[in-house]
């Protein structure tokens, strides 16, 4: 394996690089103002006043420009996207009202403005409140589950159950590390502190809804769709690796919850699950060389579709997965952040487009190119965040793009044109 794996292995490869000067910088912002508004031409040396006038285009030229930006792109539904009913009307959910619950923790920690809390909040007790044993529906076994199921199919998706929850316990463990916050009231009159303590529970139960489908080895565990699920070409099958990543990140989560509070034995129960998934992720990630002779990574989507590499939208969560396990020090080190990185950067194109859906440069009908997560990488290349940066003004205003490359931009210092501070370390 060249140039990524396990720690200790070519550590001149954890060096930073990359742009290290605020003018390198504004650069990115004034090429993402030329895609935003191509009626602006610059040509030649770009005056400081130039710059400052261009740069002041971007969303990201300031946090009070992000902010606003953010604001004005929280709107689908008013701004309560999904949080009434989490099913469209063919009774599949919708997945990203998690995303944009997570999106709110995260705009709550680049601008410490608690008005992002207090919407997580109201979005999160209307999406309790729908959990199938207060509902009353019943799942294809007559289970009043302390989760979602999907209506379509009445089976509980461990994905969905990973996913949902990963923003409540995120606020959970976000409220437990900060005593400002831990007295603030919510509308229902518990404090915050209350809050994170009913949202952990919440996502506690609805995690242990699947445990009789935890399977595991030695070393690595994963979890299987039920053996009588209601789609018997994928039962008794191990779960896709994005259902299984975000089961997995939300028992790191919950993990560091626990941590927190020093309950010992939850956050070793929880912990045990994500670092025996992380395992066995690991395990089945295939290195790549590109032109460059450069390490980069592929994976398959599931066992049970003949190990074929997986798609873009769906590998956004093993990404996702291996971010926050890196933070964590745990299997994934800088380097495979890195050779993910590099994977990305065959998926965007130069022109900022993604020619091909799967992460292999192949087609497959019918799956997403969203690049949601893996803009995360960003947060170790330059290169790589001026591709993001690019992709983002090609493609389209989007609130959880938006907020996902601001949130890179704020863990490296440079939300607002803040310079100089490489990301070297963890989030």
């Known amino acids: 394996m060249v140039g990524c794996g396990r720690v200790g292995l070519l550590a001149a490869t954890t060096e930073c690089r990359g742009m290290n000067a605020f003018n390198e910088f504004l650069t990115i912002l ?8 191509p009626s602006i031409v610059l040509t030649g040396p770009v005056s400081n ?4 006038a261009t740069a002041a285009l971007s969303p990201f030229a300031s946090i009070a420009a992000f902010h606003r930006r953010a604001r004005e792109l929280d709107s689908l539904n008013g701004g309560d996207w999904h949080k ?23 705009l709550y920690e680049i601008t410490r403005d608690t ?6 909040l ?19 076994l007559g289970r009043l589950a302390p989760a979602w199921q999907e209506r379509k199919s009445r089976y509980v998706w461990n994905g969905f159950t990973g996913a949902i929850t990963w923003p409540m316990l995120s606020f959970a463990g976000l409220v437990q590390g900060h005593p400002d916050l831990k007295t603030i009231l919510a509308p229902d009159g518990k404090n915050y502190l209350a809050k994170a303590k009913e949202y952990a529970a919440a996502a506690e139960a609805a995690l242990a809804f699947h445990a009789n489908d935890w399977r595991e080895s030695t070393t690595e565990g994963y979890y299987i769709y039920a053996a009588d699920m209601p789609a018997p070409s994928i039962a008794g099958r191990i779960s ?3 259902m299984n990543a975000l089961m997995g990140l939300a028992h790191l989560v919950l993990a560091g919850y626990y941590r927190q509070t020093a309950d010992r034995d939850r956050e070793s129960l929880h912990a045990e699950r994500y670092r025996r998934y992380a395992a066995f992720f690991r395990r089945n990630i295939t290195p790549h060389q590109n032109a460059k002779g450069q390490t980069y990574y592929i994976w398959p989507f599931a066992e049970y579709y003949g190990r ?4 873009v939208g769906h590998a956004n969560f093993n990404v996702l997965f291996a971010y926050y396990c890196y933070r964590e020090k745990w299997v994934f080190t800088l380097d495979d952040m890195r050779c993910f990185g590099r994977t990305l950067d065959r998926i965007i194109a130069d022109d900022f487009s993604i020619p091909n859906n799967r992460i292999d440069g192949t087609n497959i009908a019918n799956v997403s190119k969203h690049v949601l997560y893996w803009h995360l990488l960003a947060a170790f290349d330059d290169e790589l965040l001026s591709k ?6 090609k493609n389209g205003d989007s609130f959880l793009d938006l907020v996902t490359i601001g949130y890179v931009l704020h863990l490296k210092g440079r939300l607002g044109g803040l310079g100089g501070r490489e990301f070297c370390g963890r989030a």
Request: aromatic share 20%.
């Open 30 to 37: 004034v090429g993402l103002a030329a895609w935003a508004a």
């Open 49 to 52: 006043d130039a710059a400052a």
């Open 84 to 106: 009434t009913n989490l099913w469209d009307d063919k009774g599949r959910y919708y997945w990203h009202q998690a995303y944009v619950m997570q999106a709110y923790v995260w």
């Open 115 to 120: 008005y992002w809390l207090a919407k997580l």
């Open 122 to 140: 109201d979005h999160v007790d209307h999406v309790l409140a729908q959990r199938d044993n207060l509902t009353g529906h019943k799942d294809y």
């Open 240 to 242: 896709a690796y994005d």
């Open 308 to 311: 074929q590499a997986d798609d």
């Open 388 to 393: 993001s940066l690019g992709f983002f003004a």
